[in-house]
T-cell receptor, first 115, second 111 residues
Framework: DSGVTQTPKHLITATGQRVTLRCSPR?????VYWYQQSLDQGLQFLIQ???????AKGNILERFSAQQFPDLHSELNLSSLELGDSALYFC??????????????FGPGTRLTVT | DAKTTQPTSMDCAEGRAANLPCNHS???????VYWYRQIHSQGPQYIIH???NNETNEMASLIITEDRKSSTLILPHATLRDTAVYYC????????????FGTGTLLAVQP
């Protein structure tokens, strides 16, 4: 158990809909990361937040957005869903935003299926 | 970020050492080598990381060549539970810890 929790575990929804994925980082970790893993794209970095502020952005679509709240939990919002958004979405956390040697701890993921 | 090259797959007998290679010939001086693994759709798990020196922890050893252009992850006594995709990632020690995953090596530990 990494200490990172994600809800829900599974989500099935229809095209065009909007969903929210939730992540609680390990106790004491200030930085949260979101990754997407699909069959054809592998594991891709989406976005990072540190203490409520966006720190880095990856290949995140404009239909997707995220935020980190004062209690440090984070939410990833996916809207106008398409079939290709079906994937595993992982959240990870680390103590700090950057620096030399801070490993990330990953949650169990949310499996999103868009029908 | 420097690109890494790993074999697509490897086999290892249970109880034997598993040696997973990684090439990172374009690595620069401030970039660290990280290893993570992913067991069947679970969240990736941190294994070990290093800059220049060889490193060892309770899970594995990391051997980095003197020119830092390649490294080897060693699992000393592989078990069936070590069957996973192993990712070698090169990451600079900068403002963000984001990880750029490649395709990794699927290690199959055989009984």
């Amino acid at each position: 158990d990494s200490g990172v929790t994600q809800t829900p575990k599974h989500l099935i929804t229809a095209t065009g809909q909007r969903v929210t994925l939730r992540c609680s980082p390990r106790s004491g970790d200030l930085s949260v990361y979101w990754y997407q893993q699909s069959l054809d794209q592998g594991l891709q970095f989406l976005i990072q937040y540190y203490n409520g502020e966006e720190r880095a952005k990856g290949n995140i679509l404009e239909r997707f957005s995220a935020q980190q709240f004062p209690d440090l939990h984070s939410e990833l919002n996916l809207s106008s869903l398409e079939l290709g958004d079906s994937a595993l979405y992982f959240c990870a956390s680390s103590a700090l935003a950057g620096g030399a040697s801070y490993e990330q701890y990953f949650g169990p993921g949310t499996r999103l299926t868009v029908t | 970020d420097a690109k890494t090259t790993q074999p697509t797959s490897m086999d290892c007998a249970e109880g034997r050492a598993a040696n997973l290679p990684c090439n990172h010939s374009t690595i620069s001086g401030n970039e660290y080598v990280y290893w993570y693994r992913q067991i069947h759709s679970q969240g990736p798990q941190y294994i070990i990381h290093g800059l220049k020196n060889n490193e060892t922890n309770e899970m594995a050893s990391l051997i980095i060549t003197e020119d830092r252009k390649s490294s080897t992850l060693i699992l000393p006594h592989a078990t069936l539970r070590d069957t996973a995709v192993y990712y070698c990632i090169v990451r600079p020690g900068g403002a963000t810890n984001k990880l750029i995953f490649g395709t990794g090596t699927l290690l199959a530990v055989q009984p």
